[in-house]
């Protein structure tokens, strides 16, 4: 396993091709830019934890394949248990870094690839999961970090891949050659590309005949020739090139630093492709992702919300009405809340089942629910976060002006809340609140593994409606309903 500081060497030595605010980026330095850094340093949470004995299990695991220790996110769920340890990984390593650390959607999308790539070959005689176990030891050994890159650009959303005026609006294949394919196209909100190794592309949606060549699955390195990475504006973003109180959380950001990454005629090697054409199986790789992906959400998010509660507590403390029944109230209101999505990533881990290849996947429907209450749970709870910390989070002046000979006084005097506390502490908290709770934070809890209606539609396909009209039936009486 690599430790943080190779993970962050590795970074250097790939020939990246980076846009920030219009700029190409020197590949060496890359990672130490205002608004990479604290994205890396979150990414390497992952490589440090597993390489400590007190996390030892829970951040690493023996891979099926070789016997080799590996770090838990290059793992191939091997049990109820395996699907279950990830979801405490996940809370725990959330509450560390109090935000996104970006190495899960490479993890499920790895799990993904491997169950889909066994069931093409069962159905088409193709041999997708021995290159697959190949790229996945490779991987695994080099504890390389992935980036899961499913979302296309889907220009006009009423019209499907094939019926768009530009075709490169949806990842295709624009040329299949002897020794492999050549892919165009780009994909969006691509979380922790720019720091990672990899990238496992998938298609976008269920493909349709006349659309096979979207149905496209395969690995590129994020600095493949014809790559390009466009990096992500966030919210206060310019902060980063300032001091630290004002970034609210300055060691490891805010969400996953993502990217939109170009692909221009970029050659992808056979032994790289997982899936090529084989549109019956693309709706099952998309949801086989969508599912583990959704499932992750109670878990990372409770994590960041264990975050959250605890800042408001301490504005709370910090303001002297921490001990005011209301405020009680509504700490204990959000940490039910926290809990409840908490139980939702633990449900559909206990209900996971083995699938064809042997790997076990979580329940899809209570995947979908966890997700779905995340994008509302997470709204609530900031909200009373917000409540609970005060205008002061909308309209604090800046860190500059605290530090300033001439008017620094007066920010410390104030500013200041209960007297045992400095003033700098509150102005901290009250910044932590800001950034945890706006912008591009809430945004990840709507849109990221799919916006609320991906996961309705999977209740419709999952749930059972006839079944339940036959229970009420039976019980209202309705002739013909008897069993
Ligand atoms: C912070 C963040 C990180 C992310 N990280 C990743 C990542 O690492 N990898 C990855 O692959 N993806 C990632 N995503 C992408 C995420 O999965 C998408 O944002 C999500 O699937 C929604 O797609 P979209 O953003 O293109 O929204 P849109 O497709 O523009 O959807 C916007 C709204 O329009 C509705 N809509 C869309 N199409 C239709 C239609 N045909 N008919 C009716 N209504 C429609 C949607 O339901 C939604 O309400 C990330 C997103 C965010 C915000």
């Not at 700490?331 to 409840?340: A, C, F, S």
């Not at 410390?412 to 509150?426: A, C, H, M, N, Q």
Request: proline share 3%.
């Amino acid at each position: 396993m690599k430790t943080a500081q190779q993970y962050k060497d590795s970074l250097r030595e790939r020939n990246v091709r980076v846009y920030i605010k219009g700029e190409l980026q020197d590949p060496k330095t890359l990672i130490d830019h205002p608004f990479v850094k604290g994205h890396v340093a979150s990414a390497a949470m992952t490589y440090a934890l597993a390489n400590s004995k007190d996390y030892e299990g829970l951040c690493t695991a023996t891979s099926h394949l070789t016997g080799h220790k590996i770090n838990r996110f290059t793992h191939i769920h091997q049990s109820v248990d395996d699907l279950l340890i990830k979801i405490k990984m996940l809370r725990m390593i959330s509450q560390k870094t109090g935000t996104c650390y970006q190495r899960c959607v490479g993890f499920d999308a790895l799990n993904a690839t491997y169950s889909v790539t066994y069931e093409i070959d069962q159905k088409y005689g193709t041999d997708y999961h021995g290159r697959f176990k190949k790229f996945l030891t490779y991987v695994q050994d080099n504890d390389l970090m992935l980036a899961g890159a499913m979302t296309d650009v889907k220009g006009d959303r009423s019209l499907r891949p094939g019926q768009q005026k530009d075709p490169d609006l949806f990842v295709h294949v624009v040329e299949k050659r002897d020794d492999g394919v050549v892919i165009r196209g780009c994909k969006a909100h691509m979380t922790g590309m720019v720091n990672s190794h990899e990238m496992l592309i998938m298609p976008t949606m269920g493909m349709k005949p006349g659309e096979e060549e979207y149905a496209i699955c395969c690995a590129l390195p994020t600095d493949a020739p014809g790559v390009t990475h466009i990096f992500g504006r966030q919210t206060n973003d310019d902060r980063k090139c300032g001091g630290d109180i004002d970034q609210g959380n300055a060691q490891f950001g805010i969400v996953g630093g993502e990217c939109l990454t170009v692909l221009d005629n970029v050659f992808v090697p056979w032994e790289r492709v997982f899936m090529c054409g084989e549109i019956e199986l693309s709706g099952m790789l998309v949801d086989r992702f969508a599912c583990y992906h959704r499932s992750n959400y109670g878990a990372c998010k409770g994590g960041v919300s264990d975050v959250v509660i605890g800042a408001a507590a301490l504005m709370a403390d910090y303001s002297g009405y921490g001990k005011a029944s209301h405020i009680k109230d509504k700490l204990n209101e959000m940490i039910h809340m926290n809990e409840t999505i908490y139980a939702c990533s633990l449900a559909c881990s206990c209900q996971g089942t083995c699938t064809a290849a042997g790997s076990y996947y979580v329940d899809p429907l209570l995947a979908n629910v966890c997700k779905h209450n995340v994008t509302k749970i997470i709204y609530d709870i900031d909200r009373l976060a917000q409540d609970i910390a005060g205008g002061i989070i909308a309209t604090m002046p800046s860190e500059e002006d605290l530090r300033n000979p001439e008017i620094g006084g007066y920010v410390e005097k104030y500013l200041r809340g209960v007297e045992s506390i400095p003033t700098e502490d509150r102005m901290r908290v009250a910044r932590l609140v800001e950034n945890m709770t706006g912008g591009t934070a809430l945004a990840e809890s709507m849109h990221g593994a799919g916006s609320p209606q991906a996961q309705k539609v999977m209740y419709a396909k999952l749930s059972g409606l006839e079944e339940k009209k036959k229970f009420a039936a039976r019980i209202a009486g309705i002739r013909g309903s008897e069993e």
